[in-house]
């Protein structure tokens, strides 16, 4: 049977028990610049890779405050990524009104995903083709989420999503033991070395394509872009230049 024959709307399984129009979503995902997230005992950031149109154009945002604990950063179609960041930022106001206290990281994913799978079952709508990682601090520490466009929300201590995440995830899977104890400058740095890895070689991070989201214990969320960002990339660079020095010297005494 043809694929096509069950990919023209989202109440359609194939024989294989698959809904193709949520792995088209979930596709989309793969196929956006990446973002990176990881978190410390005291501390969770997000890091996004934005990218232009053309030469011409500006970058596409890639970090978004949803409250003053709680921010996400993005992978997949922008366009989706600012409709459920308005929800976002919608619910956890109407909790605050409600019950005058900051909404839990926890239950605001959760609502999210539950708005996420139920556009995979209702005739009529698509899935949400964006997938995102979800920092907060709250009353029981700091979050780290990623949601998925089936509806399915997984925990993490770091992780990455988007084009080319597996050179993230496994510098993060390297290094995710260090990161409980980590201060806040040394954390975002892992996630500037973890994001360099799904550069291309003929690229490099810089102020201009290259955000970091904040947020901890005393610290509301905080997006560090431009000339603020630029410290942290040059620490990493000269980090790195030092070890290639060290290591050719060792390669030429061998």
């Known amino acids: 049977m043809n694929r096509s024959q069950y990919d023209g709307d989202i109440t359609i399984f194939s024989p294989q028990g698959k809904i193709f129009q949520i792995e088209y979503a979930m596709e989309a995902v793969k196929q956006g610049s990446a973002s990176v997230g990881l978190k410390s005992k005291d501390f969770a950031i997000v890091v996004g890779l934005k990218r232009a149109s053309s030469e011409l154009g500006a970058f596409q945002p890639k970090v978004f405050k949803i409250d003053d604990h709680i921010g996400i950063a993005v992978a997949g179609l922008i366009a989706d990524a600012r409709g459920l960041s308005k929800y ?135 997006i560090i872009e431009g000339e603020r960002l630029k410290p942290y990339l040059d620490a990493i660079e000269e980090t790195s230049g030092s070890t290639e020095t060290t290591t050719t010297d060792a390669e030429m005494k061998d």
């Not at 510098?171 to 806040?184: G, V």
């Not at 799904?198 to 490099?204: K, V």
Request: proline content about 4%; aromatic content about 12%; charged content about 20%.
């Open 88 to 222: 976002m930022r919608s619910e956890t106001l109407n909790y605050k009104f409600v019950y005058d206290s900051p909404m839990q990281v926890g239950r605001l994913v959760t609502q999210l995903s539950d708005k996420s799978q139920a556009h995979t079952q209702r005739y009529g709508r698509r899935p949400y083709g964006v997938g995102l990682l979800v920092v907060g601090y709250d009353q029981t520490g700091a979050h780290l989420y990623e949601t998925s466009p089936s509806g399915v929300f997984y925990d993490f201590k770091a992780q990455a999503i988007g084009a080319r995440s597996q050179s993230a995830r496994t510098y993060l899977e390297k290094h995710y033991e260090s990161f409980a104890e980590c201060p806040l400058e040394d954390l975002i740095k892992h996630g500037l070395y973890a994001l360099r890895e799904t550069l291309p070689n003929t690229e490099t991070l810089s102020t201009k394509n290259c955000t970091v989201g904040v947020v901890g214990l005393h610290k509301s969320f905080d």
